[in-house]
C-alpha cells in the first residue's frame, strides 16, 4: 500500500484519493521570464515519476500546472529588455516546455496559463469580496489572513510570524495586516491590464492556482505538490483563498513538498556564479544522467549537485549499461546452456523494489535494490522485463545504445499497419496487428503515436 509523507500532518498516510481511481494533482508552474534551472528540473522530474508510477499502478491522473504568464517580475524584465511582456513571457515559456521534452518530463495533462483564467480568478474575489475575506484598498484587492483562522496551519506559522518580510509579499502602507496579500493589482500606467468590476490591473500570484485548480478539479483535490520553498506563503495562502471561498476543507488531501537542491553546498544563485540551467547542464551531460541524479536522492531529503555526485552517477549508470549488456548476451546463447544456468526467480528483487516505492517514493532504497539484483548476477529475460517496467517512470535505467530494439520485420508490419489505418481500411490493419501480435509484439496507438512493446 502507498504511503506519502503529508506536509499538512507532518505524517506519512496511507494514499487514498477523494473518488476511486482517479488521481487530480496540481504542481505549481513556472513564472517565465528566464530559462529554468536543475532546481526546477528536481521538482518536475519527480512529479514525472510519482504520475507514471502511479499510471502503472492503474490510477487514472489528471496532472494540472499552471503557468504564471503574468508577473511583475516577467514586467520588470521585459522593461529591461525593451520587449513586450508576452514576447517575454511566451518565449519562456517555449524553452521551459522544450526543456522538460529532452528530460522526458512529459506526463503533465494540462499546462493552464493564468492569462486564459482571469475570468475564473475574478469570480473567486468576488466570492472572497462577498464573505469578508477580501478588501480593497489604493492599489489593490488584498486578502485578510487575520480573518482565515487556519492561516499557518500548513507551515505552522503563525500569523504573527507571518509578518516577518517574504518574499513576493505585496507591499502597501494601507493594509490591514503585514501579512495580508494582493489578490487584484490595479495597473499602473503602462503596465498590462484586464478589465475587472473594480479597476483594470492583474491578478496576484496565489489567487491563479486556486482559480485554475477549482475550474478542472472543484474546490477539492487529492494531491498538491511543489517545492518546499512555496510553503509559506503561497501554498497557505492557497488553502485560505479556497477554504474561505468554498467553505469546504481540506482543500487538498495530501500535501507533497520537494526538498532543497543546492550546488557544491550553496544556495543557486545568480550573484554567486553557481546558477545551472537545464541548458547548460544538457550541453555537457545527458538527460539520462539529470534524472538519475535526481531520483538517486529521496524527494524530501535536500540534494547536493557537486562535481563529485556527477562522477559517481556516471561511473553508476555504466554499471547498469553493463548489466543490460550481460544480459543480452546471455539471453542470446543457445537454449541448453540456459537450462544448465540456476534461473532462479527475482520476485524477492520485485518485492522489495515495490516495498521502497510504496514507501513514500524512497527512490534511493529502491535503486539499492536495483544494484543487488544487478550484483546476484541474474542476467535473465525476467531481469529484463522488470528493469524496463521500472524504467517507464525512471528514465535513466535505458541509454539510447541499451534500449531495446524492435526487430525489422515488426516494424514493417508496423508501417504497413500504419498505411492502411490511414486509408481507413481496419480490416485489413486489424489482420496485420493480430499478426504482429503473434510474433510477440504489442501494438498501442495513442493521440501522438503507434507505441510498439514486446509482450511479456
Ligand atoms: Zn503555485
Not at 468576488?126 to 484598498?137: C, D, F, S, T, V
Request: positive net charge.
Amino acid at each position: 500500500m502507498l504511503k506519502l509523507y503529508n506536509t499538512l500532518s507532518r505524517k506519512k498516510e496511507a494514499f487514498g484519493p477523494l473518488k476511486g481511481k482517479k488521481v487530480n494533482l496540481f504542481v505549481c508552474g513556472v513564472t517565465p521570464y528566464d530559462f529554468t534551472h536543475i532546481g526546477h528540473a528536481r521538482t518536475y522530474i519527480i512529479f514525472d515519476m510519482m504520475v507514471k508510477y502511479l499510471k502503472q499502478k492503474n490510477y487514472n491522473v489528471f496532472y494540472l500546472q499552471n503557468i504564471t504568464d503574468i508577473d511583475d517580475k516577467i514586467i520588470k524584465r521585459a522593461k529591461e529588455k525593451r520587449i513586450s511582456w508576452i514576447n517575454l513571457s511566451r518565449k519562456f515559456e517555449k524553452e521551459y516546455l522544450k526543456d522538460m521534452k529532452a528530460l522526458k518530463v512529459n506526463s503533465v495533462t494540462k499546462y493552464a496559463r493564468a492569462t486564459e483564467h482571469i475570468k475564473d480568478i475574478i469570480i473567486q474575489i468576488k466570492r472572497l469580496l462577498k464573505k469578508g475575506y477580501a478588501y480593497q484598498i489604493e492599489d489593490g484587492i488584498y486578502y485578510d489572513i487575520s480573518r482565515f483562522k487556519d492561516y499557518g496551519r500548513l507551515s505552522r506559522r503563525t500569523a504573527l510570524a507571518a509578518e516577518d518580510a517574504v518574499s513576493r509579499i505585496d507591499e502597501s502602507k494601507q493594509k490591514k495586516n503585514k501579512g495580508d496579500f494582493c489578490l487584484w493589482k490595479f495597473a499602473k500606467p503602462g503596465e498590462p491590464s484586464w478589465p475587472s468590476p473594480w479597476r483594470i490591473g492583474r491578478p496576484g500570484w496565489h489567487i491563479e492556482d486556486t482559480a485554475i485548480a477549482e475550474k478542472f478539479f472543484g474546490p477539492r483535490y487529492d494531491i498538491h505538490g511543489g517545492g518546499r520553498d512555496l510553503t509559506f506563503p503561497h501554498h497557505e495562502a492557497e488553502i485560505a483563498q479556497m477554504e474561505a471561498a468554498s467553505g469546504k476543507k481540506p482543500l487538498v488531501k495530501y500535501w507533497l513538498h520537494t526538498g532543497f537542491l543546492t550546488v557544491e553546498g550553496k544556495k543557486m544563485a545568480k550573484s554567486l556564479g553557481n546558477f545551472i540551467t537545464i541548458k547548460d547542464f544538457l550541453k555537457k551531460h545527458s538527460a539520462r544522467l539529470l534524472r538519475f541524479i535526481v531520483l538517486k536522492n529521496h524527494y524530501r531529503s535536500p540534494l547536493d549537485y557537486t562535481e563529485n555526485a556527477i562522477f559517481q552517477a556516471e561511473k553508476e549508470l555504466q554499471r547498469i549499461d553493463e548489466f543490460i549488456g550481460q544480459i543480452r548476451n546471455s539471453i542470446r546463447q543457445p537454449a541448453d546452456k540456459i537450462q544448465n544456468k540456476p534461473q532462479i526467480s527475482i520476485s524477492k528483487f520485485q518485492k522489495e523494489f515495490n516495498t521502497a516505492m510504496e514507501d513514500d517514493f524512497n527512490t534511493p532504497k529502491a535503486l539499492a535494490v536495483i544494484f543487488r539484483l544487478i550484483r546476484s548476477g541474474k542476467t535473465t529475460e525476467e531481469s529484463l522485463s522488470f528493469l524496463e517496467e521500472t524504467d517507464e517512470f525512471f528514465h535513466f535505467i535505458f541509454s539510447k545504445k541499451t534500449k531495446p530494439k524492435i526487430p525489422k520485420d515488426i516494424l514493417i508490419l508496423v508501417e504497413l499497419r500504419e498505411k492502411y489505418r490511414q486509408r481507413k481500411n481496419w480490416l485489413k490493419s486489424d489482420e496485420i496487428r493480430k499478426e504482429i501480435i503473434d510474433l510477440g509484439y504489442w501494438v498501442e496507438d495513442t493521440e501522438e503515436e503507434t507505441k510498439i512493446k514486446k509482450i511479456k
